[in-house]
């Protein structure tokens, strides 16, 4: 019983790679809304792994290495492969199969820099043990629900989601802000702080915010909430 107490964490962990992996098949089948939806119940599991460590008490080495080579394929791989259809589709309106030779490869190629520096970003939070209770850099569940939504929202009323050129400055800028050293908060309130302290009011109005967002926009919302998330990090950083 207690072998399998101690693996409950694990088994979470190893359903969020579950998705992932299925997200990078639906991705290279062309069906980006599925892949969308597998990396949002991946980011489920993800949560949830951790929150099953903590109320069953279990800690562990393997769990933590484990959680990061799911994280790497389910929130590093599986959008990047979502955002090298997106790119190679708004050049052809097709999805890629395998014409290597194909000159519309070079800017949908621009995508792998995601995995890459989630690679990255992943090895560092694994070897920091000042990330506990807040981030240096954007986490990649973050990145990841930022690519996944794009697939789910209305282009005819954000057509800027399907632009050429957008797509390529996702490619760049998101992996970049991975690895950038910009302290994020946590959204995990603490027992020893103030309801009222400005980091929790600054989480109140990102959850508040992002309710409200969601709510009217859908899945339009989500770029924004990340956006919006990493503003507020800036000033909660300049105010301490």
Do not use: H, W
Not at 6 to 11: A, G, K, L, T, V
Not at 87 to 111: E, G, H, R, V
């Amino acid at each position: 019983m207690n072998a399998i107490k101690r693996n409950i964490p694990n088994i979470i962990t190893l359903a969020n790679l579950f998705c992932g992996l299925c997200a990078i098949i639906f991705a290279f089948q062309g069906n980006l809304q599925l892949a969308s939806f597998c990396i949002f119940a991946g980011a489920f599991f993800d949560f949830f792994d951790g929150l099953a460590a903590r109320l069953l008490k279990v800690t562990g080495e393997l769990g933590k290495q484990l959680d990061s080579m799911a994280d790497m394929v389910t929130f590093g791989v599986a959008p990047g492969m979502i955002l090298f259809q997106l790119i190679y589709y708004s050049q052809t309106l097709s999805f890629f199969q395998s014409a290597y030779k194909d000159p519309n490869l070079f800017p949908a190629i621009l995508s792998f820099l995601l995995p890459i520096f989630s690679a990255i970003r992943l090895a560092k939070f694994n070897i920091d043990p000042k990330q506990t209770t807040s981030f240096i850099g954007l986490p990649t569940p973050a990145l990841a629900i930022f690519i996944a939504a794009i697939p789910l929202i209305n282009t005819d009323l954000f057509p800027l989601f399907i632009d050429l050129r957008f797509l390529i400055s996702l490619s760049i800028i998101l992996p970049l802000l991975l690895i950038m050293k910009i302290p994020l908060f946590s959204l995990k309130f603490s027992k020893e702080e103030s309801m009222m302290s400005s980091l929790n009011i600054f989480r109140i109005t990102l959850i508040s915010a992002s309710l409200i967002l969601l709510f009217v926009f859908q899945f339009a919302a989500i770029p924004f909430i990340v956006i919006l998330y990493l503003t507020l990090s800036i000033v909660n950083n300049f105010i301490k």
